[in-house]
Nanobody, 123 residues
Framework: QVQLVESGGGLVQAGGSLRLSCAAS????????MGWFRQAPGKEREFVAT????????YYADSVKGRFTISRDNAKNTVYLQMNSLKPEDTAVYYC????????????????WGQGTQVTVSS
């Protein structure tokens, strides 16, 4: 059983930056691909970014490409999401997730989820 705990969310003005962290415990972190998803009020959870086990392959949603960067430190059992040039439409609860199935963008293929961290971008 893998436990995931996100941190780093908060309130930021449009154009600002935040870095989210997700610390994993209870499993072999390097065995999992990791992903970030987000859910805004009244909307479905959507894919943001994913990274493979070694960190050499990443994939992003078009809406965040060029602004967000996913990375991981397997020695620290942590995955990060650096978010730059934030926009009000980035406001959501951000979740990290772990998948044993590889680098996937479908939420249903992720095995473990964190509790989420709120990101609010003011205009």
């Amino acid at each position: 059983q893998v436990q995931l705990v996100e941190s780093g969310g908060g309130l930021v003005q449009a154009g600002g930056s935040l870095r989210l962290s997700c610390a994993a415990s209870g499993g072999t972190f390097s065995s999992y691909s990791m992903g970030w998803f987000r859910q805004a009020p009244g909307k479905e959870r959507e894919f943001v970014a994913t990274i493979n086990r070694s960190g050499g392959i990443t994939y992003y949603a078009d809406s965040v490409k060029g602004r967000f960067t996913i990375s991981r430190d397997n020695a620290k059992n942590t995955v990060y999401l650096q978010m730059n040039s934030l926009k009000p439409e980035d406001t959501a609860v951000y979740y990290c997730a772990a998948s044993a199935r590889g680098t996937v963008i479908v939420a249903a293929w992720y095995d473990y989820w964190g509790q989420g961290t709120q990101v609010t971008v003011s205009s």
